[in-house]
Nanobody
Framework: QVQLVESGGGLVQAGGSLRLSCAAS????????MGWFRQAPGKEREFVAT????????YYADSVKGRFTISRDNAKNTVYLQMNSLKPEDTAVYYC????????????????WGQGTQVTVSS
């Protein structure tokens, strides 16, 4: 079983950038495909991005394509989400997730989840 801890959230102005990190412990990160999701107040949790075990394949929601980049450093057991050109509608709690395949994570969610980190984008 893997434990996931997100960090890097905060308050940023529209147009700004943030980088989220998800640190894994308990099992080697390279065992898992990884993903990021977000949940805004009053809304369902939604898929943001996924990455395969080796980091060679990524998949993004249309709403973040071209602005967000998911990456991973298996040596550091960490996954990242670089968020640029942030918009107020990106405001949400962001969660990382681990699973068996990056497409499965995108369509069905992860098997393991972190506790989330708040991102707030002011207009």
């Amino acid at each position: 079983q893997v434990q996931l801890v997100e960090s890097g959230g905060g308050l940023v102005q529209a147009g700004g950038s943030l980088r989220l990190s998800c640190a894994a412990s308990g099992r080697t990160l390279s065992t898992y495909a990884m993903g990021w999701f977000r949940q805004a107040p009053g809304k369902e949790r939604e898929f943001v991005a996924t990455i395969n075990r080796s980091g060679t394949r990524t998949y993004y929601a249309d709403s973040v394509k071209g602005r967000f980049t998911i990456s991973r450093d298996n040596a550091k057991n960490t996954v990242y989400l670089q968020m640029n050109s942030l918009k107020p509608e990106d405001t949400a709690v962001y969660y990382c997730a681990a699973g068996d395949h990056h497409i499965n994570i995108a369509t069905m969610g992860g098997d393991y989840w972190g506790q989330g980190t708040q991102v707030t984008v002011s207009s």
